[in-house]
């Protein structure tokens, strides 16, 4: 007479195979946890310190200049308040004018010679089949050099008497030109200055956009008979219109601050056509010794460029929606 066999014992599925759990797990994951209020502590202590340079150079400057503009406002001896009459004052002041008018025709002018510039040059570069890398050299190096560096040697360029551009077109037997001390030329050559100096930057941003286009729509277009113009307006400026009214939006910005060219080359002249916002700032505080009409006047230019700002917040939080 057969008794029935005893069923083997089933070992829980986490116990088959399962390696021995060493000993010092425990005091492992609890030097861990010890630890973790130290590392926490240090990244608060490097979060606090970028905190508080912000605040000293940048937050506390502005908030401070934004006071001063309502206030009479002397240096080491305090501050009246004033109301909005540093406002008025700029405001009546012939040269505010004048300021603003030459701040957005340079806008302007540089929409209209330096915003194509570098999609153009963008658009040869990328179609170069040699030397690519040597080209985008060519191009990026103007931004390393410094600004005020690139100002005078623009200065120099430009002299009327034994400058290279005048010497240059003297050997080409063509009529010379006053460039940065003419009346009427002073303001164009400031954007061609300006153009030259921030157009590498502008090309490589370009570039990318450009090389992140599919071939296939290029290779569909070429397909259908599409001319280059065409395959440029068609598919090129489509694919990349967020990043040229990115840019756009962007130079306006920078262009509506603009202080090195006028100062170093054209210093304000001649007969002002030169002067602009950022410069009447300068000549507010340091010339006239009146901070508060340069912080009244900071604070319109702020106001402005912050409605620009946040366009360009809203543009790009749409994009990344859409995306």
Same mark, same amino acid.
């Given at each position: 007479?057969?008794?029935? /066999?005893? +069923?083997?014992?089933?070992? +829980?599925?986490?116990?088959?195979? #399962?390696?021995?759990?060493?000993? *010092?797990?425990?005091?492992?994951?609890?030097?861990?946890?010890?630890?973790?209020?130290?590392?926490?502590?240090?990244?608060? @202590?490097?979060?606090?310190?970028?905190?508080?340079?912000?605040?000293?150079? *940048?937050?506390?400057? #502005? %908030?401070?200049?934004?006071?001063?503009?309502?206030?009479?406002?002397?240096?080491?001896?305090?501050?009246?308040?004033?109301?909005?009459?540093?406002?008025?004052?700029?405001?009546?002041?012939?040269? =505010? !004018?004048?300021?603003?008018?030459?701040?957005?025709?340079? !806008?302007?002018?540089?929409?209209?010679?330096?915003? #194509?510039?570098? =999609?153009?040059?963008?658009?040869?570069?990328?179609?170069?089949?040699?030397?690519?890398?040597?080209?985008?050299?060519?191009?990026?190096?103007?931004?390393?050099?410094? +600004?005020?560096?690139? @100002?005078?040697?623009?200065?120099?360029?430009?002299?009327?008497?034994?400058?290279?551009?005048?010497?240059?077109?003297?050997?080409?037997?063509?009529?010379?030109?006053?460039?940065?001390?003419? @009346?009427?030329?002073?303001?164009?050559?400031?954007?061609?200055?300006?153009?030259?100096?921030?157009?590498?930057?502008?090309?490589?941003?370009?570039?990318?956009?450009?090389? *992140?286009?599919?071939?296939?729509?290029?290779?569909?277009?070429?397909?259908?008979?599409? /001319?280059?113009?065409?395959?440029?307006?068609?598919?090129? %400026? +489509?694919?990349?219109?967020? %990043?040229?009214?990115?840019?756009? $939006?962007?130079?306006?910005?920078?262009?509506?601050?603009?202080?090195?060219?006028? =100062?170093? %080359?054209?210093?304000?002249?001649?007969?002002?056509?030169?002067?602009?916002?950022?410069?009447?700032?300068?000549?507010?505080?340091?010339?006239?010794?009146?901070?508060?009409?340069?912080?009244?006047?900071?604070?319109?230019?702020?106001?402005?460029? *912050?409605?620009? /700002?946040? $366009?360009?917040?809203?543009?790009?939080?749409?994009?990344?929606?859409?995306?």
């Amino acid at each position: 007479m057969k008794t029935a /066999s005893k +069923p083997p014992a089933v070992l +829980p599925p986490a116990a088959v195979g #399962a390696p021995e759990a060493p000993r *010092s797990a425990g005091r492992r994951n609890g030097g861990v946890s010890r630890r973790r209020p130290a590392d926490q502590f240090r990244a608060y @202590a490097f979060l606090a310190g970028g905190l508080l340079c912000f605040a000293l150079f *940048s937050w506390y400057p #502005a %908030i401070r200049a934004v006071v001063i503009a309502f206030q009479k406002y002397t240096p080491g001896s305090g501050g009246e308040w004033v109301g909005t009459a540093n406002f008025t004052r700029v405001f009546h002041d012939p040269e =505010f !004018t004048a300021a603003w008018r030459n701040t957005l025709t340079f !806008t302007v002018l540089a929409l209209l010679i330096g915003f #194509a510039v570098p =999609f153009v040059t963008a658009l040869v570069l990328n179609e170069l089949r040699h030397a690519k890398a040597f080209f985008r050299v060519v191009v990026y190096l103007p931004v390393m050099i410094p +600004p005020v560096v690139s @100002a005078l040697l623009w200065k120099w360029f430009y002299d009327p008497g034994a400058g290279l551009a005048n010497e240059t077109l003297r050997a080409l037997h063509l009529p010379t030109s006053n460039w940065s001390n003419g @009346a009427d030329t002073a303001l164009v050559s400031l954007v061609i200055v300006a153009t030259w100096a921030n157009l590498g930057g502008t090309v490589l941003i370009y570039l990318a956009a450009l090389q *992140s286009i599919p071939g296939e729509l290029y290779e569909a277009a070429e397909l259908d008979g599409a /001319s280059l113009l065409q395959r440029i307006r068609h598919v090129t %400026i +489509p694919q990349t219109r967020f %990043i040229i009214l990115m840019l756009m $939006l962007l130079q306006i910005i920078a262009t509506m601050q603009v202080f090195t060219e006028p =100062f170093v %080359i054209t210093g304000g002249g001649p007969e002002d056509k030169t002067v602009t916002v950022l410069y009447l700032i300068y000549k507010y505080a340091f010339l006239y010794n009146d901070f508060g009409g340069a912080c009244a006047l900071s604070v319109m230019l702020l106001v402005l460029l *912050s409605a620009f /700002s946040a $366009l360009y917040l809203r543009l790009t939080r749409s994009e990344g929606e859409d995306a």
